[in-house]
């Protein structure tokens, strides 16, 4: 049984950063694409950002371009979200996802979620 375990969310004021992380548990996730999404009340699931989990490729969206980065720690299965320059309309409840042997291009792919972790931007 796969699970994502997302942490990390919280409050803060805009110009802040945060890291969420995602750990991952079940099986080895070497074939495995791994991505963010973000979710705000009334609005449909936002794809924010992917990369493989071997780190050789990463993708994402213009709105977190230069802002956001995925990185990840194999020996802790683990891979993170770092955000930076935060902005009000990045607040959502943020997704980790896993799926097998292909690109993350959409919610559509995903194999696996984890519960999501609240971020909230003040201004």
């Known amino acids: 049984q796969v699970q994502l375990v997302e942490s990390g969310g919280g409050l803060v004021q805009a110009g802040g950063s945060l890291r969420l992380s995602c750990a991952a548990s079940?099986?080895?996730?070497?074939?495995?694409?791994m991505g963010w999404f973000r979710q705000a009340p009334g609005k449909e699931r936002e794809f924010v950002g992917r990369?493989?989990?071997?780190?050789?490729?990463?993708y994402y969206s213009d709105s977190v371009k230069g802002r956001f980065t995925i990185s990840r720690d194999n020996a802790k299965n683990t891979v993170y979200l770092q955000m930076n320059s935060l902005k009000p309309e990045d607040t959502a409840l943020y997704y980790c996802?896993?799926?097998?042997?292909?690109?993350?291009?959409?919610?559509?792919?995903?194999?696996?979620w984890g519960q999501g972790t609240q971020v909230t931007v003040s201004s």
């Open positions: 079940g099986r080895s996730f070497s074939s495995y694409d």
């Open positions: 996802a896993a799926r097998l042997g292909r690109v993350i291009t959409g919610a559509q792919g995903v194999d696996y």
């Open positions: 990369g493989h989990w071997t780190g050789r490729t990463t």
